[in-house]
């Protein structure tokens, strides 16, 4: 399946932003939606725990802020990486889990990201180059996602400000949605 170059929606992802005792941050999830690639479960029941594809970030900090009634979270730029993991198993209260798979691409995000929560729902947008991608098999096809995405995407996110339960280590989680689109044309990222 070809998607189109410019504003194609390229995956819907499904994840949660980990709050560490220390104030950092890392959001981690699976994708419902991912380039046309079939299937992204391992059983009839779609879940984190039969999601072959995964990501995971790399730990950041933000900056808080408020206008009035609306809470903003500058987060700084930092990387995320995609997995393949042939047995799922990912697991929201082992964060570690979303990491266990095959390296499949690694982005950075372009700037800070403006998150903006006001009653219970938060939204936030960003931009992320595609900065690495290797060559996988999967179901008998071969797939690089920079053939997907070749410039990077940009995600629109909403998030529920209801913290959930976290697990040991950290002292918030939120959950969250994310849809994004791969950037077409000759983008110069900095």
Same mark, same amino acid.
């Given at each position: 399946?070809?998607?189109?170059?410019?504003?194609?929606?390229?995956?819907?992802?499904?994840?949660?932003?980990?709050?560490?005792?220390?104030?950092?941050?890392?959001? *981690?999830?699976? /994708?419902?939606?991912?380039?046309?690639?079939?299937?992204?479960?391992?059983?009839?029941?779609?879940?984190?725990?039969?999601? =072959?594809?995964? /990501?995971?970030?790399?730990? /950041?900090?933000?900056?808080?802020?408020?206008?009035?009634?609306?809470? *903003?979270?500058?987060?700084?730029?930092?990387?995320?990486?995609?997995?393949?993991?042939?047995?799922?198993?990912?697991?929201?209260?082992?964060?570690?889990? =979303?990491?266990?798979?095959?390296?499949?691409?690694?982005?950075?995000? *372009?700037?800070? @990201?403006?998150?903006?929560?006001?009653?219970?729902?938060?939204?936030?947008? /960003?931009?992320?180059?595609?900065?690495?991608?290797?060559?996988?098999? =999967?179901?008998?096809?071969?797939?690089?996602?920079?053939?997907?995405?070749?410039?990077?995407?940009?995600?629109?996110? @909403?998030?529920?400000?209801? $913290?959930?339960?976290?697990?040991?280590?950290?002292?918030?989680?939120?959950?969250? @949605?994310?849809?994004?689109?791969? $950037?077409?044309?000759? $983008?110069?990222?900095?």
């Amino acid at each position: 399946m070809d998607m189109h170059p410019i504003a194609g929606v390229i995956w819907y992802a499904v994840g949660r932003f980990y709050e560490a005792q220390d104030g950092s941050l890392q959001d *981690l999830g699976y /994708f419902a939606h991912l380039g046309g690639i079939q299937p992204l479960f391992n059983s009839h029941h779609p879940g984190e725990g039969s999601a =072959f594809f995964t /990501f995971r970030s790399e730990p /950041f900090t933000a900056r808080k802020l408020h206008n009035g009634d609306l809470s *903003l979270s500058l987060d700084a730029t930092g990387s995320f990486t995609l997995y393949l993991n042939r047995e799922p198993c990912g697991d929201f209260s082992r964060p570690e889990t =979303f990491s266990r798979g095959e390296p499949i691409a690694t982005f950075q995000r *372009l700037s800070a @990201v403006v998150g903006t929560s006001v009653g219970p729902i938060g939204t936030n947008l /960003f931009s992320a180059a595609l900065i690495s991608s290797s060559t996988f098999h =999967f179901q008998g096809r071969e797939w690089n996602l920079e053939r997907l995405m070749p410039h990077g995407i940009t995600q629109m996110g @909403v998030a529920s400000t209801t $913290v959930i339960t976290p697990p040991q280590g950290f002292k918030a989680v939120t959950p969250f @949605v994310g849809s994004a689109m791969a $950037v077409g044309g000759n $983008v110069r990222w900095p």
